[in-house]
């Protein structure tokens, strides 16, 4: 019997040495690291690293509005992306129900999120090009001259431009998901409700968004993420630009640490980031009381 | 069934032993290789084979440009080195301009520098604890401009070559609106009108959405207009630069002045350096800023024709009276990390790189001006006429001290950026206060 349970443990201990030891050099030695770093003024090629305690974190708020302004951007793809929720799940139960067609408008609806990141950036890059670019050319054609805009370049404008690619690649794959949850729900469910006299609208309230608790969970995690971190959109389409107009806080953090060799201020910046992903998806989850169906 | 468990044990054990032979074998088909290679390059004479029992020596070498990488190919340079080095192999590695020096920060951080390091002026500073000084080396000695851009005492980059910024014009259209090439800003900044009011041709193609190519304006104008190559430096000792009187903003106010003409098309941010540069090629832009070295982009295009092309150097100065002030660029500081393994053979190769016997041919196929004493290159029919001005004055820019690049980092000064942000149309006068605000903040520090 001891052998046997010996046996046991020595094929554990040796399945999860690799992953943990992994983990630790690739996650947690990291992560400890750039915590370190958060704390000293290292500008990323000298030797030299002086520690300046919380320096790196006040200056961060107080010194510059950039920082500002790029957290206001990252807040409003979070913003378009949260609105969009409740209309891709309604999406996903019309694809759900029996309609014709339904394999082929899913391909479609998924489709932009297989697509290469910078490919879709470069060829709505040109869509919006004030030089033979599609939009403006398919408001030529219609006759709405008046609404042609400089889409990437205008300050008010340039990042619900950019906000709009971003629903467009990343919508398909929430919709998805939400059709993977939508399909886990018991048919029965539905069935006694039928009996009961439910309606569609209590169908929808009672039944499908309980069930899918667990999608929104984890949809609404990867919201906060990807709104926080976005990245490729705006680094090809403008740069960032025009100015900082349209900067977001991975590319000041980016700028911060390779233009101006603040890897110290960076390092920091990256911690913030990791706080107020942990912070924001907390306040999220208390306030749609998310706790999955599981786990009630 | 009984049998079957060991027999799959045994394909299993197969198929990872095969698996681990994989990488094993295929190292010795590359070490063949190599070794192959090194036979067909064996030279026969006897000097040469006695050059060969030396150990054999990769030395790495990294570039930023596909134009250099261009030249590298149809010159030869590695097969050119090995003629008289036979142990040396040198091995190019292309890199994307835009992300060369954030690779060399990474590399450097885990001690991968490449053997020989090419930089340009303003990351010489950056980098100065992790290369070699090179006051000895006979390059460095030859040199005219390796001095002048010393790192504390000691000379640590040798430049490449040198460079002027032009305005890249065509011919045709200027003759077409009867305009001469201008002496003077004010000359300049008529002349865009004067194209823009004919309504056939954008004045002056500008890539804005890549930031970068508003250089020669928001970058080298302060410079031009204080006549001074190391203003940055310079704009260090002072409060206040962004102050009407002071060279940096009257600079600026004279770029506003070209920005707000809109004279760059209709959306210039919108643009991006390729398009700009297709629509200079393809003559519906008239004029383009940029450096020597657009002359071989120009070349690499098809469908132009170089013949209407000319560059006129971009008049700065209020009156013909002043000095006209132009920037010339020191760029491609040959550097030496001290990491590399051979720094010996690193430094032949940069001795052999500016020998007369390369550098002259590389030079002159490359279309930029020399930096060794008494080499001079012929810069081609393109130039003509570009440096019969008066009072012409030679800027050398410099890419600012210690003290600059502690405020630089600290506001995050981007003179790119502001020039976007000019050309967006952002409030110029508060823009130059909030300047001063953060600029003066960050001397007091």
């Known amino acids: 019997m001891k052998t046997i349970s010996k046996q046991k443990n020595i094929l554990l201990f040796s399945f999860l040495l690799i992953p943990i030891l992994l983990l630790l050099v690739f996650v947690l030695y990291p992560l400890i690291e750039l915590v370190r770093l958060s704390f000293t003024d290292w500008n990323g090629v000298e030797a030299q690293q002086v520690y300046i305690g919380f320096d790196n974190y006040i200056k961060m708020f107080t010194d510059s509005s950039d920082v500002w302004l790029s957290l206001r951007n990252n807040g409003i793809y979070f913003i378009f992306h949260s609105i969009m929720i409740p209309l891709e799940l309604m999406i996903a139960v019309l694809l759900d129900s029996k309609i014709r067609a339904s394999k082929f408008f899913k391909t479609i609806v998924f489709m932009p999120y297989i697509i290469n990141g910078v490919a879709i950036s470069y060829i709505f890059a040109f869509f919006y090009s004030p030089i033979n670019g599609g939009l403006n050319g398919i408001l030529e054609v219609l006759g709405l001259e008046s609404l042609i805009q400089n889409w990437l370049t205008n300050d008010s404008i340039v990042n619900i431009s950019l906000v709009f690619v971003s629903i467009w690649r990343f919508s398909g794959f929430h919709v998805i998901l939400f059709l993977a949850g939508l399909q886990s729900i018991p048919q029965d469910q539905f069935e006694a409700a039928e009996i009961d006299g439910a309606n569609s609208i209590q169908n929808f309230w009672y039944i499908i968004v309980p069930g899918v608790k667990k999608v929104l969970e984890v949809i609404l995690f990867l919201n906060v993420v990807g709104a926080l971190q976005v990245f490729d959109i705006p680094y090809i389409m403008t740069q960032g630009g025009p100015g900082h107009a349209s900067s977001t806080f991975i590319l000041y953090t980016l700028e911060t640490a390779f233009k101006f060799n603040s890897f110290g201020m960076a390092s920091a910046m990256g911690i913030t980031m990791l706080i107020l992903i942990l912070i924001l998806n907390g306040v999220q989850n208390r306030l749609f009381n998310l706790k999955g169906v599981g786990e009630e | ?445």
């Open chain 2, 1 to 445: 069934m009984y049998n079957v468990r060991p027999r799959i044990t045994r394909i299993l054990s197969m198929i990872m032993i095969s698996a681990l032979m994989i990488p094993l074998v295929s190292g010795c088909t590359k070490g063949e290789k190599v070794a192959n290679n090194g036979k067909s390059t064996q030279p026969d004479t006897q000097q040469e084979q006695k050059e060969d029992k030396k150990d054999p020596v990769t030395l790495k070498f990294p570039i930023w440009s596909t134009i250099t990488e261009d030249l590298f190919t149809k010159l030869d340079l590695v097969n050119e080195y090995k003629k008289e080095h036979p142990n040396v192999t040198i091995e190019l590695e292309l890199l994307k301009d835009t992300e060369y020096e954030n690779t060399m920060k990474i590399r450097n951080s885990a001690n991968e520098l490449p053997d020989i390091l090419p930089l340009k002026s303003s990351w010489l500073i950056n980098f100065k604890d992790n290369i070699l000084p090179l006051d000895d080396l006979d390059a460095a000695k030859n040199n005219m401009f390796a001095a002048d851009f010393k790192v504390g005492d000691h000379i640590y980059g040798v430049p490449e070559s040198q460079f002027n910024e032009y305005v890249w014009y065509r011919k045709s259209i200027f003759k077409e609106y009867g305009l001469e090439i201008p002496k003077t800003w004010g000359e300049f900044v008529t002349a865009a009108k004067t194209i823009k009011d004919g309504g056939k041709y954008i004045p002056i193609a500008m890539g804005g959405k890549d930031a970068w190519p508003d250089y020669p304006f928001n970058e080298f104008m302060p410079s031009l207009e204080a006549g001074d190559g190391d203003y940055w430096s310079t704009m260090a000792t002072i409060d206040e630069p962004f102050t009407k009187g002071q060279a940096f903003y009257d600079a600026y106010a004279k770029i506003q002045e070209l920005y707000n003409a809109q004279v760059m098309g209709p959306d210039p941010l919108g643009v991006g350096f390729d398009q700009a540069k297709l629509m200079f090629g393809s003559n519906q832009a008239a004029m383009i800023a940029l450096g020597q070295w657009f002359g071989s982009d120009l070349k690499s295009m098809t469908d132009v024709d170089i013949n209407d092309v000319g560059a006129f150097l971009l008049p700065v100065r209020n009156s013909v009276d002043d000095p006209f002030n132009t920037i010339s660029m020191v760029d491609t500081f040959f550097t030496i990390p001290k990491t590399s393994k051979y720094p010996d053979e690193a430094k032949e190769f940069i001795n052999w790189f500016f020998s007369d016997a390369w550098y002259s041919k590389y030079l002159t196929e490359a279309q930029l001006q020399s930096t060794v004493k008494d080499v001079k290159i012929d810069l081609g029919t393109m130039f003509n006429g570009a440096f019969d001005v008066s009072n012409l004055n030679y800027v050398l820019n410099k890419g600012g001290n210690e003290d600059y690049k502690k405020i630089e980092s600290a506001i995050k000064f981007d003179v790119k950026k502001m020039g976007q942000d000019m050309m967006s149309g952002k409030d110029f006068n508060k823009m130059m206060q909030e300047m001063n605000k953060s600029w003066k903040n960050a001397r007091s520090k």
